[in-house]
């Protein structure tokens, strides 16, 4: 089944541990990206990643780090978090990044921050 | 920042009622989609629609694009309760990015 998976779903956590929010695709996609969700806001870019090796900045990169390594994995790493990182995170891909084809989204990770 | 606007920010109908979503954008694009989203789930794509195209039709769905205006409209046909989510429409490519969404709820 083509799905895009990320793990921790839900997450409570406090100001400044480290945490590593993973997504793992298998439909091989060449585009990776992250966003966040806050109430009123819709969904903001994060990050994304045209290919291997290839990352850059979306609308609210501060705070936040990726890598990509191998084409399936798209990790989303909070170096120090803090509370204003609150949020509903989601992981989504596409076969090209040329806006031609539809998105895929994961499930989404909530993470609380204290 | 938001590209796309979606209004209302919420709607609430009768079950067999249509309901209609609007959606302006700011810059020039080559393809508009729209997105739904059941509640804290991960987002599912509905529909893509080309600058070139004024109209595409998917079962109950209809968009409308008119460029000009910089403006799209999602239609929902004899909506169901199942219908029930919210609504996003997006531009862009990897910058892809997505407005604030409207609320449907459609009430049995």
């Known amino acids: 089944e083509a799905q895009v998976t990320q793990n921790p779903r839900y997450l409570i956590t406090v100001t400044g541990k480290k945490l590593t929010v993973t997504c793992s695709q298998n439909m091989n996609h060449e585009y990776m990206s992250w966003y966040r969700q806050d109430p009123g806001l819709g969904l903001r870019q994060i990050y994304y990643?045209?290919?291997?090796?290839?990352?850059d900045k979306g609308d609210v990169p501060e705070g936040y780090k990726v890598s990509r390594k191998e084409k399936r994995n798209f990790p989303l790493i909070l170096e120090s978090p803090s509370p204003n990182q609150t949020s509903l995170y989601f992981c989504?891909?596409?076969?090209?990044?040329?806006?031609?084809?539809?998105?895929?989204f994961g499930e989404g990770s909530r993470l609380t921050v204290l | 920042s938001q590209q796309g606007e979606e209004d209302p920010q919420a709607l609430s109908i009768q079950e067999g009622e249509n309901a209609t979503m609007n959606c302006s954008y700011k810059?020039?694009?080559?393809?508009l989609q729209w997105y739904r989203q059941n509640s804290g789930r991960g987002l599912v794509h509905l529909i893509l629609?080309?600058?070139?195209?004024r109209e595409k039709h998917s079962g109950r769905l209809r968009v409308t694009l008119d460029t000009s205006k910089k403006s799209s409209s999602l239609l929902i046909t004899a909506s169901r309760a199942a219908d029930t989510a919210s609504y996003f429409c997006?531009?862009?490519?990897?910058?892809?990015?997505f407005g604030a969404g409207t609320r449907l709820t459609v009430k049995p």
């Open positions: 810059t020039s694009i080559n393809n």
């Open positions: 990643s045209m290919n291997v090796e290839v990352t």
């Open positions: 989504a891909s596409s076969l090209s990044a040329s806006g031609t084809g539809e998105l895929f």
């Open positions: 629609i080309r600058s070139n195209e």
């Open positions: 997006a531009t862009g490519a990897s910058d892809m990015r």
